[in-house]
């Protein structure tokens, strides 16, 4: 075989990268190996949620790396033990599995979804039902879940006992649930969707049609969990929309890989001794971390400054909106998971805003997204919404050329 013309021949080719690397981060700052300073407001796809070289998951991480990594799931691990605690504490969840990944926490969301009814004496209930334009991770669970054509072709058959539903169409849901059906997995905020967000009604109507139907409810918050959208988790918004099973990670680790799945005991009767497990999930390092980024998000004042900043950015882009029409066609999400759909195409003006020294993400349906760390200012944001005009500015002269 001839080798592939890349500038990176034993990488696999499998992410389209923007040709850019770091050589250190500060707060909501990038500084590139060639010199110059970016804002960033990707924050490694919603994971540094506490911008990068936080100080003091700097010194969690430091402190713990001179005690001990690693010891494996065979023993007991305190800070393990700790982390779960605090994580059930406040949320829905009675008990937590720790892996090292979004997709890890997924497919253990899955497996716990069809062992509860397997358990129950209905093993014959295995259908999950997933959404179009869902994102659960790259595992094939997890695209089977989500459905995505282009993630799933060249990979061999379908897994069974997966189907898709539109986002947001309950009646959709209703028609597709049938005896098999095990559970729903949703995205409270959809994320590489393009950041659409359901109502604190959608999502209790969604609660109870589950109930009704004896079918466990699946929360994916890996994006817009763990303060995104200016609450803990995203349900909150919606009293009485609690799910039975919960996948966090991204933000969880402020950086560091952290997957977990919440339950309720009862979702988790299934999970025995022997059912499910992981070499690395839940090791006394990533606790470590894990533990110092949750304390720092769960901070009223952290929530708050979300909600803050959020709000400024949000008017800021609708008066965008206003005076680049042509540019932004619409501001979507909730709290710091901000999407917006543009007119021209998403990844030109990705790059667009990337001259003006401003990193901005992806998204579907031709959105770009901004995701910044939570502890941004109004400042930083201000700086933001000033880059990301130029950007608009840009666009605006490049349609008028062309
Ligand atoms: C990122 C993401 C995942 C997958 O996480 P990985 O750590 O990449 O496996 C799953 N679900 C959602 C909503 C995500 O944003």
New binding site residues.
């Given amino acids: 075989m001839s080798a592939p013309t890349s500038t990176m021949p034993h990488v696999m080719a499998v992410y389209g990268r923007t040709p850019l690397a770091f050589e250190r981060g500060e707060g909501v700052r990038l500084y590139s190996t060639d010199g110059e300073a970016y804002l960033d407001c990707v924050a490694g ?2 994971t540094n949620g506490l911008g990068h070289a936080n100080p003091v998951l700097v010194e969690a991480l430091t402190k713990q790396a001179q005690k001990l990594w690693h010891v494996s799931n065979i023993y007991r691990i305190p800070e393990q033990e700790a982390l779960a605690t605090r994580l059930t504490e406040t949320s829905f969840a009675d008990v937590v599995f720790f892996g090292n ?4 926490a ?1 497919e253990c969301a899955l497996k716990t979804a069809r062992k509860y009814h397997a358990a129950s004496g209905n093993p014959e209930r295995s259908e999950i039902i997933g959404f179009e334009g869902a ?4 595992t094939y669970a ?1 695209i089977n879940a989500a459905g995505n054509d282009s993630y799933i072709d060249g990979f061999g058959p379908r897994l069974p006992g997966y189907v898709q539903a539109r986002f947001g169409d309950w009646d959709d849901v209703r028609a597709k649930i049938g005896p098999n059906t095990a559970a729903v997995i949703i ?1 409270p905020v959809q ?2 969707g393009g950041a659409r967000s359901l109502t604190p009604a959608q999502l209790v109507e969604l609660r109870t049609i589950c109930s009704d139907a004896g079918i466990l409810l699946i929360y ?1 918050e ?2 817009c969990g763990m303060g995104r959208t200016g609450k803990l988790y995203a349900y909150e918004w919606a009293a009485g929309s609690e799910p039975d099973i919960m ?1 966090i ?2 933000a969880l680790g402020g950086g560091f890989p952290i ?1 977990a799945c919440l339950s309720t005991h009862e979702a988790a009767k299934g999970m025995v001794v022997g059912a499910h497990g992981s070499t690395f999930g839940g090791n006394p390092l990533a606790m470590a971390v894990g533990m110092a980024a949750f304390d720092e998000i769960a901070k009223p004042a952290l929530l708050d400054n979300v909600t803050k900043v959020s709000g400024y950015l949000r008017q800021q882009l609708e008066g965008l909106k206003d005076r680049y029409p042509d540019v932004v066609l619409d501001i979507r999400g909730k709290g710091l998971l901000v999407g917006i759909k543009m007119g021209p195409n998403n990844r030109d003006f990705m790059a667009l805003a990337r001259e003006q020294k401003l990193l901005i993400a992806g998204g579907g349906d031709n959105c770009v997204r901004l995701l910044p760390p939570l502890n941004i200012t109004v400042e930083e944001a201000q700086e933001a919404v000033e880059k990301f005009e130029a950007a608009c500015k840009a666009a605006q002269a490049k349609a008028a050329v062309s």
């Fill in positions: 796809i919603a990944s979004g997709a890890e997924v994102f659960h991770g790259r997890t995205e994320g590489e994916d890996i994006q996948c990670a991204k997957g």
